[in-house]
């Protein structure tokens, strides 16, 4: 199952496809001419039909030179035999569809990893098909000399260091939250709560003090969601201990039903159940 270090890389790249040139430079990709353009694509890489596969992320790029490149996405967290044969497919489809050159670009939650992708993937004598990697160690660290093109490749840069290999935890997490806050508040937000689960525990514990202050509109909005959802969890909670005591207020509750009241997250059914057993109104 995809975890948030999967769903946030995931996002970047449909969120801020211009990103992917980036990311691309840094797997060593086609460098030359600049890149003016780039659209997400639909990630359908297979066949059609009940074992369709979509990829992460398909991006078209255009370049000043009027030529264009199609970059097939994959952000792999560990060994696969499976994607590892499924990845030649990935780019004949996307070959054909397109009708426009094809590269493969793995995002790879280790450098391990990336190694053993880079190696690119042999389907036949004398025949490699060459695979583009980013590794935890080709990603800059915030606040170096390599800055990033834009908020979305900041997020990955962090997402995929995880913490900072030569510059101080404070730099590496006033960048991050600057780049943050150059972006919708709300969408800073939500990339917010999936860094703060995959940073490491420093920079983690910093950005989360750093959320708690009001000097970036993000940092409130992100406080407000907490609030409205730590409320929503009480209401929760305390229609269930309502419908408890009406339920037992009519006789012994089966464990059952117990364990249906404790286990139900919605307050608009907990309300319906505490409605049907309210005495009607006189009068």
Excluded at 117 to 145: K, N, Q
Excluded at 155 to 168: D, F, G, H, K
Excluded at 220 to 246: F, P
Aim: glycine content about 8%; aromatic content about 6%.
């Amino acid at each position: 199952m995809p975890g948030a270090f999967h769903e946030i890389l995931v996002k970047l790249i449909q969120d801020e496809p211009a990103s992917v040139p980036w990311m691309l430079a840094l797997a060593g990709g086609p460098r030359g001419a600049r890149c003016v353009r780039a659209e997400t694509r639909s990630g359908a890489v297979e066949s059609s039909g009940p074992t369709e596969h979509r990829a992460d992320g398909v991006v078209r790029l255009g370049f000043a030179d009027g030529s264009e490149l199609l970059v097939v996405c994959e952000v792999q967290q560990e060994w696969s035999e499976d994607k590892y044969h499924r990845l030649p497919g990935f780019a004949a489809r996307a070959f054909e569809d397109h009708r426009v050159p094809v590269v493969l670009l793995m995002l790879c939650r280790t450098d391990a990893l990336a190694r053993r992708f880079r190696r690119g993937i042999s389907t036949g004598p004398d025949s490699i098909l060459a695979v583009a990697t980013v590794g935890p160690g080709d990603m800059p660290d915030l606040g170096s000399d390599v800055a990033p093109p834009n908020a979305a490749a900041a997020v990955a840069a962090a997402v995929m260091r995880r913490q900072p290999r030569t510059l101080p935890t404070e730099l590496f997490v006033s960048t991050l939250d600057r780049w943050l806050g150059t972006i919708e508040p709300g969408r800073a937000a939500d990339y917010a709560k999936f860094l703060l689960t995959t940073l490491a525990k420093e920079p983690a514990t910093l950005l989360e003090a750093l959320m708690k202050t009001e000097a970036r509109r993000y940092h409130s909005e992100y406080t407000e969601e907490l609030l409205a959802k730590g409320r929503d969890e009480g209401a929760v909670r305390h229609a269930r201990a309502i419908l408890l005591r009406l339920l037992e207020a009519e006789g012994q509750v089966s464990g059952e039903r117990r364990a249906e009241v404790e286990a139900c997250p919605d307050l608009v059914r907990l309300d319906a159940w505490i409605t049907e057993r309210l005495p009607p109104a006189k009068g």
